[in-house]
């Protein structure tokens, strides 16, 4: 997947020229995702951080949740994680072959 350039470095991504500009991940993860004047600059949401507690997964796992347009992914291997995207019916919003 074809990654936005401005998410930071990390599993959780929002995929380049995918985003629909909703703010919706924005607002599921405000801590993580980027602000609404940023998407708006950027033209789509981003990870602006990665997540760094189990808390801060969450979080990120319910943006992706949310999303409308299925661009907020998870390229990880976290069994922790992909556990929360089976029980969500996500896994195809998962990059990884372990899913």
């Known amino acids: 997947m074809d990654r936005h350039p401005l998410n ?20 599921a993860a405000p ?23 189990p808390a801060e997964e969450d979080e990120a796992v319910k943006a992706m949740h949310v999303s409308c347009c299925k661009a907020v992914r998870y390229a990880g291997t976290d069994q922790r994680i992909l556990g929360q995207l089976r029980a969500l019916n996500l896994l195809d919003y998962a990059d990884s072959e372990n899913a």
């Open 8 to 27: 930071a470095p990390g599993p959780f991504y929002v995929e380049n020229d995918q985003c629909i500009l909703c703010g919706t991940p924005y607002h």
């Open 31 to 53: 801590n993580l995702i980027s602000n609404l004047d940023e998407i708006e600059a950027a033209q789509s949401c981003y990870f602006k951080r990665q997540p760094n507690s």
